[in-house]
């Protein structure tokens, strides 16, 4: 099987966020599955700048796509990574590619994917690469299964290929001024009140993906379902609707070479299932750390995640006192929206030394905190899947959730399924009240030793790596070759 994977952004090289894990971890799994995987992501200047080995493809030729009707040269570059066959190719043009942020505001957003676009069908061309699938992800390379069905369709070579859209979140849709369309050459009969290209007088470039790829998935199954409702499509719920047959949630997985308490090299002490009683030592760093009061009967809950309203944290504002007065410790590792920044910092200011923030990101500090917390709070608006409620899981960081997305599909609320299963709290509703009435029963259990060691240990014990999600990918994609 020969996959084509396109994304925007790729671990190790490149990343904003769940996107670059998926396309760093995915397609090395699928490799081992026995697929041959070409991956084709931007070169931006930041990518070009770390110390890989990267070899420039020597065409014979200038490789080039016609562009807003101008012909725009590029270049290729390809390496590999160690005990990993995946075969990277990365789009050169720095016009395009050289800018501060890898996604912008600028005025020549959409030139720059369509470009992307254009530029990785032309190499597959040049390489002659008969794929059986074109995995596409998210906006930036949702054009794709149009293309190669409509003004690439006279080139044979595509003509038993399958096109699968990834939706990761459908919050980002690409979605440009009715003037871009003449750049993405998508035919004016396209666009018209709800036609295919038109969303509410703009071009959608998501929009297009789903209606021209042949299969479409997003990264849990619940979220598979919401997106069908108006509450969580984004407005593209009648689209998604009339492709719901084709529709499938399939759950992110996690790299646990990077997230596992047996083997994380970021944190002073590693601990096992069969060796929990380490954890505390943990505990003790990341208070010393934090400048926090060590108690081993004080919890210390955690958030680690952007500011952003979409990770819930509207909730949080309405619990100023109750997190001041909770017989229980707070760090949170993020940063975002001002009002939330100013909210938490705040919060800090009246606490008497029992929360602390940390505004910004600090990769070993957030290994820390998922090493050294008792609970996770991810009380999410919408969570497409979600990662460190799953890393938390596997850290005995009891989750505390909102039923939501991929965080409905990884956590079982304790009361609900207790003994095996309860790994967890799980609120429905997004009210503040429910939020503090489940945190004040995760409290409660935590008094309990005998109950806690359970939940944790529950958690620990799942299974959520990226081998079984691949073997998933694999069986959908030959399901569609057949």
Not at 77 to 100: C, G, M, S
Not at 147 to 170: E, P
Not at 339 to 364: D, M, P
Not at 452 to 478: C, H, P, T, V
Request: charged share 25%; hydrophobic share 40%.
């Amino acid at each position: 099987m020969k996959i084509a994977f396109v994304t925007s952004e790729v671990e190790p090289f490149s990343k904003t966020g769940g996107l670059a894990d998926v396309s760093g971890s995915l397609p090395k799994e699928l490799t081992k599955l026995g697929a041959e995987v070409l991956l084709f992501s931007p070169f931006y200047k930041s990518v070009k700048e770390k110390d890989f080995r990267f070899s420039k493809i020597d065409f014979g030729f200038e490789p080039s796509v016609i562009i807003n009707g101008k012909e725009t040269k590029f270049d290729v570059y390809e390496t590999k990574l160690l005990r990993n066959k995946v075969k990277y190719y990365f789009i050169d043009a720095p016009q395009y590619f050289h800018r501060k942020t890898f996604y912008t505001t600028d005025s020549d957003e959409a030139e720059r994917f369509v470009f992307f676009q254009k530029a990785v069908i032309a190499v597959l061309q040049y390489f002659q690469c008969k794929c059986d699938i074109i995995h596409v992800n998210d906006w930036q390379t949702s054009l794709i299964p149009f293309y190669i069905r409509t003004i690439y369709a006279w080139d044979k070579l595509f003509a038993k290929t399958k096109t699968l859209l990834t939706i990761h979140n459908i919050g980002y849709q690409g979605v440009f001024p009715a003037k871009d369309l003449s750049v993405t050459e998508i035919p004016k009969s396209y666009f018209y009140p709800t036609g295919p290209a038109e969303f509410y007088g703009k071009v959608n470039f998501l929009k297009m993906g789903i209606l021209f790829a042949d299969k479409i998935n997003t990264v849990s199954k619940t979220y598979a379902r919401e997106l069908l409702t108006p509450e969580f499509s984004g407005g593209l719920e009648g689209v998604l609707q009339q492709r719901e047959n084709d529709l499938s949630g399939i759950l992110n997985g996690v790299d646990y070479s990077v997230w596992s308490p047996q083997k994380d090299k970021l944190i002073p002490a590693n601990y096992s299932l069969k060796y929990l009683n380490k954890k505390i030592e943990n505990k003790k760093a990341l208070a010393a750390e934090m400048g926090l009061t060590f108690n081993e009967n004080i919890p210390i809950m955690a958030v680690v995640s952007r500011l952003v309203s979409q990770k819930g944290f509207d909730l949080f504002l309405d619990l100023f006192d109750f997190f001041v007065e909770a017989d229980a410790q707070l760090i949170v590792l993020g940063s975002g929206e001002e009002k939330y920044e100013t909210f938490f910092s705040r919060l800090a200011f009246f606490s008497e030394g029992n929360i602390k923030i940390h505004l910004g990101y600090n990769n070993k500090l957030a290994h820390l905190i998922e090493a050294g917390a008792d609970i996770f709070l991810m009380p999410s608006l919408y969570e497409p899947c979600g990662l460190n409620q799953i890393y938390s899981l596997k850290y005995g960081t009891v989750p505390i959730v909102r039923k939501t997305g991929g965080l409905a599909d990884t956590v079982s609320d304790w009361d609900e399924t207790p003994d095996e299963k309860g790994n967890g709290f799980v609120f429905e509703k997004f009210e503040s009240n429910e939020f503090k009435n489940t945190i004040e029963r995760a409290l409660n259990y935590f008094n309990d030793k005998k109950t806690w060691r359970k939940i944790q240990r529950n958690g620990m014990k799942a299974d959520f790596s990226w081998k079984n999600s691949a073997r998933k990918y694999f069986e959908l994609y030959r399901l569609m070759i057949e």
